[in-house]
């Protein structure tokens, strides 16, 4: 009998070790983003929120907060590097403020077009490139996303990149841009998403640097006589999962979570390979001057933001022979 019960009682307790082990694996995973809920980037992480807890039968869900709830994005991969905060969905941007490597992708003109954009981030050298992450930022980087080229919007007439001259021009806060604009001669004025409408309206800043879907969504073109489609950057974004959070998720969570995390963020490629056009007629519908402008509207910018950078990272060379590999396909 003692040993029946005692047999019993070993069953009971692995039974008992093994609801412990999976409620102490199950978790509500906390993703922030900069974006508004309606935009592109915001949906998706929704999107693999959802399905990642119907993938693990409600083990596992995500809280999703956009539109810099948890603080702006160089706030969110330091509670990223802390495990304050499990993963974002974050500008490649923000990261090249960590890993100046990141910064090859804001090459002028690298990208021919927005689907010749995707298939740059779809490389093996792009996602290579991910693999310093955990060592250099104390972040595990998943796949990337992206939003459109960026164009540029502006209160005055410009019919010349003279014209963008001194102009105080908002730029997204990272290096990149800012050598490009510097290179041009306007005057880069580093501001966070969220700032921009109120800047534009008010005059506080002449232009910015956006892309198609923010232009046309939150109406940038309202208080701007001008869009330059300048096409001249591509803009890609990364999923991070925190080292910390990472390494403390077993084989099993950490597949699903980055097969289902890469997948959404790949949908955004082409969303917005599918989307930017219709955007960009858009905004021409308005009746605003719309101005299609290339490389050579920018003159010597490019070459001297080229040669800037060749000094930075030699990733510049790789990213460039993806490029031309990848130029018409
Ligand atoms: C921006 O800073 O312009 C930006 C940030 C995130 C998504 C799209 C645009």
């Given amino acids: 009998m003692t040993q029946t019960i005692t047999a019993l009682g070993r069953a009971a307790l692995a039974a008992l070790a093994l ?31 959802t399905e990642l807890e119907e993938a693990s039968d409600g083990a ?16 969110m991969l330091q509670q990223l590097q802390t495990g304050a905060l499990d993963m974002a ?12 490597d990141f910064g090859a992708f804001y090459a002028p003109y690298l990208a021919n077009d927005i689907a010749h954009a995707g298939r740059i981030l ?40 003279e014209d963008l001259a001194g102009l105080k021009l908002r730029i997204t806060p990272f290096d990149p841009i800012l050598d490009f604009y510097n290179a041009i001669g306007a005057a880069p004025t580093p501001m966070p998403l969220p ?15 956006m892309d198609a879907e923010l232009i046309w969504a939150l109406k940038y073109y309202d208080h701007a006589d001008t869009i330059l489609q300048s096409d001249h950057m591509m803009f890609p974004m990364v999923g991070l999962v925190s080292g910390r959070v990472w390494a403390g998720l077993s084989e ?19 969303t917005y390979v599918e989307l930017e056009q219709g955007w960009l007629d858009q905004i021409e519908g308005t009746g605003k001057t719309y101005v299609k402008v290339d ?4 003159g010597d910018a490019v070459d001297q933001w080229n040669a800037t950078w060749a000094d930075k990272t030699a990733t510049l060379d790789e990213l460039r022979k993806v490029a031309e590999d990848t130029a018409s396909q």
């Fill in 19 to 49: 609801v412990t082990a999976s409620a102490a694996s199950a978790k509500d995973f906390r993703l922030g983003l900069i974006t508004p809920p309606s935009h592109v980037w915001t949906k998706a992480a929704e999107a693999f929120g």
């Fill in 295 to 298: 490389r050579d509207f920018f």
């Fill in 122 to 161: 779809r490389s093996d050298t792009a996602k290579g490139m991910l693999d310093q992450l955990p060592r250099e930022a104390g972040v595990v980087g998943v796949a990337y996303g992206m939003a459109g080229l960026r164009q540029i919007v502006s209160r005055g007439e410009v019919d010349s990149a």
């Fill in 195 to 209: 700032a921009v409408y109120d800047a534009l309206a008010n005059g506080q800043v002449d232009a910015i640097d």
């Fill in 252 to 270: 099993e969570d950490r597949a699903l979570i980055a097969e289902l995390m890469e997948q959404h963020l790949d949908s955004t490629i082409d």
């Fill in 60 to 75: 596992h869900s995500v809280t999703v907060f956009p539109a810099r709830q948890l603080g702006n994005e160089a706030e």
């Fill in 89 to 100: 969905f974050m500008t490649v941007a923000e990261v090249s403020n960590r890993v100046t």
